[in-house]
């Protein structure tokens, strides 16, 4: 099936410094990336979608100038959380939509970032 | 937007006997509907889905049944086992975007 990477798995940053998050589809192209944000016993919750060539999407309430997302080719998506605080601290997960099966979504690893 | 609403949030089952997670959603386009199984630190597993043409689907101990109607799907795991033990997610897709339910810590009682 589709493979996303994402790199790296853990960070640890210092508070106001940022920190880029990369997401590869590695045997499909992806036009449209997803960026997810999990926080601990909870949910993942869309930030924004990344769209190939074009400016990404983000859902309500999340800062387009602190998490910058850059889709420059075909198979690589970035996220950039700039000037992190420790609220940051958070599991991030890209998606892809997988091209053959429809409907069907492929995760990468996450990251688990910790802002201290 | 979408809204995904799952129940319970807690389930605990003996080992052998079934268990059952459920979701309503709120956006009558959304089309289709996966489930997937998340362990501590881990990305989320797809384990089944379903598509809004269909109304019930069954993969060996796991089916996945959905009311178009009432807007509902569930989950059916049965001759739950250890393993089984982690956090479920429902999910809807509409409008390209996948909205997830809060999730269902299942853990199974040896």
């Known amino acids: 099936g589709a493979v996303v990477s994402q790199h790296p798995s853990w960070v640890i940053c210092k508070s106001g410094t940022s920190v880029k998050i990369e997401c590869r589809s590695l045997d499909f192209q992806a036009t449209t990336m997803f960026w997810y944000r999990q926080f601990p016993k909870q949910s993942l919750m869309l930030m924004a979608t990344s769209n190939e060539g074009s400016k990404a999407t983000y859902e309500q309430g999340v800062e387009k100038d602190k998490f910058l997302i850059n889709h420059a080719s075909l198979t690589l998506s970035t996220l950039t959380v700039t000037s992190a605080h420790p609220e940051d601290s958070s599991f991030y997960i890209c998606s892809a939509r997988e091209p053959w099966r429809g409907n069907g979504y492929t995760f990468g690893s996450g990251t688990r970032l910790t802002v201290v | ?110």
């Open chain 2, 1 to 110: 937007g979408e809204n995904v609403e799952q129940h319970p949030s807690t389930l605990s089952v003996q080992e052998g006997d079934s268990a059952v997670i459920k979701c309503t959603y709120s956006d009558s386009a959304s089309n289709y509907f996966p489930w997937y199984k998340q362990e501590l630190g881990k990305r989320p597993q797809l384990i089944i889905d379903i598509r809004s043409n269909v109304g019930e689907k069954k993969d060996q101990r796991i089916a996945v049944t959905l009311n178009k109607t009432a807007k509902h799907f569930s989950l059916h795991i049965t001759e739950t086992q250890p393993e089984d033990s982690a956090v479920y997610f429902c999910a809807a897709l509409g409008n390209e975007k996948l909205t997830f339910g809060t999730g269902t810590r299942l853990t199974i009682i040896p």
